[in-house]
């Protein structure tokens, strides 16, 4: 079935069930940003394949919204599916909600699937409906399209060492215990696949590049009880889980234990789906809070910064190896960006622990580079010679821990133009990563340091600063970020987030430059404790893109300690003419 | 009666209506920041003078909160007085609603005074307090204890011409009218009494500084009724509501008016008093929202940016001369901190339609300028002499404009712990003043700009960077803000705000640099429309407490170029031996 079809046949069960508009959520019922296949509905739906978006389908049009990552590849994807594109967070688009009341008329009947919606949109679209006299309804309309539908994954559900975990089950129980009582709730649901993991200390492969898998944990006073089907977990999975005491279910029998609580205080988070509130919110009291531990996964304790420290000079060594390759290839052997991708996944895999990429290798090969969130696919991508620049934004799953990274570098002449961008974007980068900041202090506050370059000359990047990164877990993960929305998380020692400004010249060139850097203390004065930013990444720049005169003498010393860094830590892995050429890219400016 | 004495007649009278616990916020009807003398209830009952801080008596215990701006100048009022001191912001130090809790038992009653209570505290506290099985109600205590409350003003009310409010009272209400629409509200109340004189293109001058009025407004699809005493009112006023179609009805006759409105949606803003909600919430359907003309009124017109161009030549020709005068003189003529702030009213008094200081002019010398809101007294205020330095915030009003200027100045030797200090604030003044930013930002996301050279150094100032300031009206105005808060209002071309990093070093001395600043556009480009601040303030700064080394060339160029400004608007104002040493002062560095 074509796009087009597929929307067709979805308009035909709409009239039959008296449903005026439907909205496709890109969402499973673990509100995971990646997710497992049978949940990519969306994708399904539309052909679109970006991360973010969602379709609104009504009796006869159907539109998609996106963010100015996919504005370019969007149209692409969605071209002959009759799917109109919606740019998210550009003036004079319209809210999707606003959309569908100017689509329908008065008493009309809106439908989602409230199992792949969060209570928040729920709550948001209904009350937006309701005051314009039109009726939200729960209805898995798709499962009576999509009958191809794949079966849920059977993967191997596996333990996360406590010397790498660093807290073993039991202590992470009763610290979650700990917030329960101070919020005074009896029950509480963890819905969000990474926080289930994290808390259990059990890692499984049911998405890509996310080491999670489906599954519900509720927690009570006494009782923690796991829903996953019994057979992924594998022995050591088991033990742990009866040493911890959690009791295991079925994944298909959450709901009908959620039934059985009544009277009960059950502290759930705003994002869960909005069926785990219909489960509950007749019965009980539920506070809406975020899920205690989210806060607390995102601390990363010594164990898991040791983790970081430990895969950073594996995740380097590969890059610099790659980079080596990349290089010198160019031009010599017929190259495309997907098998460049895998070609650099081939040289993580030779380190040691290596699990598989944290996300979808991003090669984006000059105009490409400038597709904020672009994946090549195996056929037809571009292929890659000796001039122009290239993006590689890329990571990995280490038993140790988690990495993110780019680089922008030439494979032969750039423009003066692309060589201001770069040296701007990475004056950003730098004067973020000299950032001190009072105890306190939030990622809204720090992330303009990493624009203002780039502001100076009348250019931003359509995307965050830094999302936090998790160990041996989601690359994107909560609670705290650098961006421009008013997040109240505020930074804390141990948390890792990413730092890459960007800049994008749409069929031109893309630039941006990303390390994972790392909360903590920088000294305690009379006047409040202050933090900095250590950044854990180590893979050199390329001089050869930066204008010297640009920086100033402060962003000259940061850069040349940093590759002194990177040469220290990982001139001892490297050999013969990588280690020479390495040698090079890491003397001084 | 002695502050003491107070409480504990405040306590008597708990006793008597079995009041467990009463609150007594820094409030009056409007919520005003400077209040008319029968609104001090705070001030009156426990002494404490400054501007923010409220003071919550038990039966048997009393303490006021209040910020880092008086955690020097509280503790000196409240002595003998028996109030604790609570240090609010401070880390272990209990929020109110928590201390009251901790105080009272389960049953308790706790009342405030609901029309001197926002209804947004008011809530707040009522949740907790009901969470912890205590109860709130509304009575005006301080009634039965103040006996001698002076009576409200009759000061006049008067027009502010056309020519320099830049929009006429007919269309401002119209535009009103349009968000009240789009709102979906018939009714509209405004309690805030700068955005009821800015609506009306009146003034008054019921409080200090403020050109206020006591006064309610309410605006309907057809009517607009004031809430004033009528014979306030000077012919030129009354005139100008007739001509705008505005009743006018006895400021006493305004809740009586409340009670009839029934079945209606009324627009409120949550910062209104409580007493407003209790009149109206029964009968009608209540929208929170802030006042839509205080976003309105913050966006400075032309005729209003042209009434601030004309004033700051004014203010600085005022400020020059005060300087000149005070550093000429201090340490050969006998000097305190009262007298040169009068001295420098006097100055200000020279210069066309100065109707009076924008507040409480603040010099503080030498340790005095630590004390970040210090107002001396009459009687007792420190000499000044010519040795150290002197930090004096102060501004003006004029019919056309609104101003506020910090500049801090040695008046004999000062120390290079000092000099560098000054140079880090000035640092981040001018980082601020350098920003460029796009469409959509806040203040938020350009805070720690002015705050990093401190933050580098392990320093920082306990009070905002930026405040909105008011076209003759308030010197202190919403909704926007250069704060660590995340304030969600966006700068827009138009608004006007100050620049006023600071730093204090208890007991030694206070620094601030502040000028007041407005928000212009800078370029639109295919990324976005970008803004940027133009500096209005023109006063120089001292270069002799300045150290060249610690400035990057970019903030000299600054410096010097805003040198130029000032000599380029200032000089043809000035001549003799004040013109000669300010050309002295605005040489380029």
């Known amino acids: 079935m ?24 890109s969402a499973d019922p673990h509100m995971s940003e990646y997710m497992p296949p049978e949940w990519q509905e969306r994708e399904w739906l539309s052909g679109f394949t970006g991360s973010a978006g969602f379709v609104v389908v009504t009796q006869d049009k159907a539109g998609l919204w996106t963010d100015g990552r996919y504005f370019t590849q969007a149209p692409v994807e969605l071209e002959g599916s009759g799917i109109a594109l919606f740019k998210d967070g550009i003036e004079g688009t319209p809210d999707y909600m606003d959309w569908i009341i100017s689509e329908t008329s008065a008493g009309s009947t809106v439908a989602v699937n409230a199992l792949a919606t969060s ?41 996360h060492p406590l010397a790498l975990a660093g807290q073993s089950v ?84 959450f709901f009908g234990f959620l039934k059985t609580i009544k009277g009960q205080s059950v502290l759930i988070s705003p994002t869960s789906n909005e069926s785990i509130f219909q489960a509950l919110n007749t019965n009980n009291k539920i506070t809406e809070k975020p899920v ?64 598989g990429n944290s996300f979808s290798s991003i090669v984006g090969y000059k105009g490409n580079g400038a597709i904020i969130h672009y994946s090549a696919k195996r056929e037809g991508s571009a292929k890659v010679s000796n001039h122009g620049s290239i993006l590689v934004d890329s990571g990995g799953q280490y038993l140790e821990g988690t990495t993110d990274i780019t680089r922008t570098f030439p ?33 809204v506050q720090l992330d303009a340091l990493a624009r203002m ?53 749409e069929g031109q060139y893309g630039i941006r430059h990303e390390n994972l850097i790392c909360v903590k203390e920088f000294k305690t004065t009379e006047w409040n404790t202050f933090y900095e930013f250590k950044t854990l990444t180590l893979c050199p720049f390329f001089k050869s ?12 010393d940061w850069l040349n300690e940093y590759h002194q860094n990177c040469k220290e830590k990982l001139s001892p892995h490297l050999d013969g003419a990588v280690k020479e050429w390495f040698l090079e890219l890491v003397k001084p400016l």
């Open 292 to 355: 205690p531990g989210n806060l607390m996964k995102a601390i990363k304790n010594d164990a898991e910064l040791r983790g970081f420290e430990t895969v950073m000079i594996r995740d380097g060594v590969a890059m610099v190896k790659f980079l080596h390759w990349l290089t010198h290839q160019a031009g010599k052997e017929d190259l495309d960006e997907y098998g460049i991708g895998k070609r650099l996944e081939a040289f993580r895999a030779e380190g040691k622990n290596f699990v």
């Open 411 to 443: 494979l032969g002449e750039v423009s003066d133009t692309f060589k201001k961008d770069a040296t701007t974007v990475l004056k950003g980068l730098i004067q973020l990563s000299m950032a001190k900041f009072p105890k306190g202090t939030r990622g």
């Open 545 to 556: 893109i930066i204008i010297k005169d640009k920086l100033s003498s402060k962003e000259i």
């Open 2 to 25: 074509t796009a087009k079809e597929k929307v067709s046949a979805l308009q035909a069960a709409m009239k039959k069930q008296q449903i005026d508009a439907f909205v496709v959520y």
């Open 453 to 505: 370059p780039l502001w100076k000359e009348g250019k931003d990047f359509n995307h965050g600063t830094g999302h936090g990164v998790g160990s041996f877990m989601n690359v994107h993960e909560g609670p705290q970020s650098i961006r421009k929305d008013l997040n109240p998380v505020k930074l804390l020692p141990g948390m890792v987030v990413s730092n890459e400004p960007g800049y994008y010249v």
């Open 119 to 159: 209570h928040k949109e729920w709550e948001k679209l209904k009350n937006k409906l309701e005051r314009d006299d039109r009726e939200l309804t729960d209805f898995p309309l798709l499962d009576t399209v999509w009958s191809n539908r794949p079966a849920p994954s059977k993967n191997e559900v596996f333990v």
């Open 170 to 253: 039991a202590a992470k129980i009763e610290a979650i215990r700990s917030k329960m009582q101070e919020e005074r709730v009896q029950w509480h649901v963890i819905s969000s696949l990474d926080d289930v993991a994290w808390t259990l200390n059990l890692r499984g492969s049911d998405v890509d590049c996310n080491p999670v898998f489906l599954s519900y944990l509720l927690i009570s006073e006494e009782r923690s009880i796991l829903f996953v089907d019994r057979e992924k977990l594998n022995r050591e999975a088991e033990n742990l889980m009866a040493e911890a005491r959690v009791e295991i279910k079925a994944y298909n029998d």
